[in-house]
T-cell receptor, first 112, second 116 residues
Framework: DQQVKQNSPSLSVQEGRISILNCDYT??????FLWYKKYPAEGPTFLIS?????DKNEDGRFTVFLNKSAKHLSLHIVPSQPGDSAVYFC???????????FGKGTSLLVTP | NAGVTQTPKFRVLKTGQSMTLLCAQD?????MYWYRQDPGMGLRLIHY???????AKGEVPDGYNVSRLKKQNFLLGLESAAPSQTSVYFC???????????????FGPGTRLTVL
């Protein structure tokens, strides 16, 4: 049973605009949430994370928002750039020692 | 500092053949993981290890075995390959976390395996 869900398989955004990628989870024990970015033929690379004690974490153009009551998190990319075109995976873990549960990914295309 | 490396990058097997995928990390991480990625399925955990000499099952362990004889290496074995094991396999190691900080997982470049 998928505990981390990314319901949008793909998203297309114009360069300079905001990209919003969404993720929902079902396990209330999850305390850590991460976003990974993956280019074709490469392994995923870590982008940004947030723990359940926060509702927002920002790193440059990337911001992750966490809504625990709704079991929902989102990744905002502002402004979007063509180099951001990749598959983005949402992942979650019940504590810092556990393996990650991944969503199925959202393919982002940023067009010039 | 090579990070996480995987050998081989590509492999084609016939049904019933065996093979071992090698993962190596030079970051002195305790935790290591093997995932598989299939189209539309995201990454699913096969096995993991919390330290040298230890292994544990993940979400989809059937048909695979693992060994962690040395801290820096994590081996994934297929004893009798099946077409359902056609996939891209990713190895990862995790940096220490603690408190409210989760350790980052570093992934290798992947091994693309086809079983005919």
């Amino acid at each position: 049973d998928q505990q981390v869900k990314q319901n949008s398989p793909s998203l297309s955004v114009q360069e300079g605009r905001i990209s919003i990628l969404n993720c929902d989870y079902t396990n209330s024990m999850f305390d850590y949430f991460l976003w990974y970015k993956k280019y074709p033929a490469e392994g995923p690379t870590f982008l940004i994370s947030i723990s359940s004690i926060k509702d927002k974490n920002e790193d440059g153009r990337f911001t992750v928002f966490l809504n625990k009551s709704a079991k929902h998190l989102s990744l905002h990319i502002v402004p979007s750039q063509p180099g951001d075109s990749a598959v983005y995976f949402c992942a979650a873990s019940p504590n810092s020692g556990y393996a990650l549960n991944f969503g199925k990914g959202t393919s982002l295309l940023v067009t010039p | 500092n090579a990070g996480v490396t995987q050998t081989p990058k590509f492999r084609v097997l016939k049904t019933g053949q065996s093979m071992t995928l090698l993962c190596a990390q030079d970051m002195n991480h305790e935790y290591m993981y093997w995932y598989r990625q299939d189209p539309g399925m995201g990454l699913r955990l096969i096995h993991y290890s919390v330290g040298e000499g230890t292994t544990a099952k993940g979400e989809v362990p059937d048909g695979y075995n693992v060994s962690r004889l040395k801290k820096q290496n994590f081996l994934l074995g297929l004893e009798s390959a099946a077409p359902s094991q056609t996939s891209v396999y990713f190895c990862a190691s995790r940096s220490p976390g603690g408190g409210f900080v989760i350790g980052e997982q570093f992934f290798g470049p992947g091994t693309r395996l086809t079983v005919l």
